[in-house]
């Protein structure tokens, strides 16, 4: 049986002496029709691809859901962090999208390693790695010929470039517009009620990024929750801090915080934990029942999401219950039928919020189910 090349094979193979091989892979790489994608990274790099990106990996942990979210689904993520993966299979996400329990996160390490054999075999269009992390974690993948975004982290301008950088790259650029529309719909109205907020009217809040391991507080610079904590009408009562400093628990009783927000990181953290403990329960957060212990949606509520003004709004409601009424239930169903065509049940919203674990936390009963 003879086995023939098509027409177009045939003319490539007849010109290959003069083309060579560099300029053959350039025309595989570039389909004929395709529209080509360039724009410049947080990096300041140039990112060029032949067209929408259909297979992407996300080393960094916040950028796998929000690809989900751009592209209303997950056939376009191919790989993820394993941190990441662990907010799928314990949060919601796990379940709308039952297959995203079974994309690979051995692409990477949780420190941001990339695994450069697990990448080739999931064979990405596009990786997105962090701009700030060292050459020695971004060389792997540009020396092994993967087309690299680079993205930084901190402040939600940040966020929303990286965003538009994803949605441009997949080529979902009208959806997009959708959901950095409502960012900055939720930013302004949250902005234009607490400007009329006295200084010192702000309640002093505390985020622990890390409790269980050891304790950890995040202080200013590039904390997005210190600016999620000031949009929704807080003061940062680790402001002395500059990035994420080990603390103890006599720190914290020096700081006497009026709010104690608990990370989502940790599964096992739950406020009992603050109410329990002989120091931190002297704190007026403890004594006045204001420990939160921030919600696990489509990802975790503490660093920038697709989800993040559902947790400003959450924020906002906790810490002036007699300025915000935003019906949160109402704004996390119409969130989620756009973020993932799914329809958000009462049961769900109570597993997001931990209503049940949150026990009889100040103002928490306005989150409850009717």
Do not use: C
Request: hydrophobic content about 45%.
């Amino acid at each position: 049986m003879t086995i023939g090349f098509p027409k177009a094979a045939t003319r490539v193979r007849k010109v290959l002496p003069f083309m060579g091989l560099a300029l053959v892979f350039a025309l595989a790489a570039h389909p004929a029709g395709a529209q080509e994608v360039v724009f410049t990274d947080q990096a300041n790099r140039e990112v060029r691809l032949p067209k929408p990106a259909d297979r992407v990996v996300s080393i960094v942990i916040p950028m796998a859901s929000n690809l989900i979210a751009l592209d209303g689904g997950t056939k376009k993520l191919v790989g993820m962090n394993p941190t990441a993966k662990s907010a799928v299979t314990q949060g919601i996400l796990g379940k709308i999208f039952p297959e995203a329990k079974d994309i690979p996160s051995d692409v990477t390490s949780p420190s941001f390693v990339p695994n450069v054999e697990a990448l080739a075999a999931v064979n990405p269009e596009l990786v997105v790695q962090w701009g700030d992390i060292g050459e020695e974690k971004v060389a792997p993948l540009t020396n092994a010929g993967l087309t690299t975004m680079l993205i930084l982290y901190g402040t939600e301008e940040l966020t929303q470039g990286y965003m538009t950088m994803a949605g441009k790259a997949i080529g979902q650029n009208e959806r997009l517009k959708a959901l950095i529309d409502w960012r900055d719909a939720v930013r302004k109205d949250l902005a234009a009620k607490t400007a009329f907020i006295p200084e010192d009217k702000k309640p002093r809040a505390l985020y622990l990024q890390r409790a269980l391991t050891d304790l950890a507080a995040s202080g200013t610079k590039g904390n997005y929750t210190e600016w999620s904590i000031e949009l929704a009408g807080g003061r940062n009562a680790a402001a002395e801090l500059v990035g994420t400093v080990t603390i103890n628990k006599e720190q914290v009783a020096a700081w006497n915080p009026d709010v104690i927000f608990l990370n989502a990181f940790e599964a096992e953290l739950d406020p009992s934990w603050v109410y329990k403990d002989p120091i931190l329960s002297l704190t007026n957060a403890a004594k006045n029942h204001k420990v939160y212990k921030l919600p696990l949606g489509g990802y975790r509520w503490d660093p920038p999401s697709q989800e993040s003004p559902l947790s400003w709004m959450w924020m906002a409601n906790l810490l002036h219950p007699d300025v915000f009424h935003y019906d949160l239930r109402a704004e996390m169903k119409k969130a989620y039928k756009t973020l993932y065509h799914y329809d958000l049940a009462d049961a769900d919203i109570d597993g997001v919020l931990w209503t049940a674990s949150q026990g009889d936390a100040a103002n928490y009963a306005q989150f409850k189910a009717n």
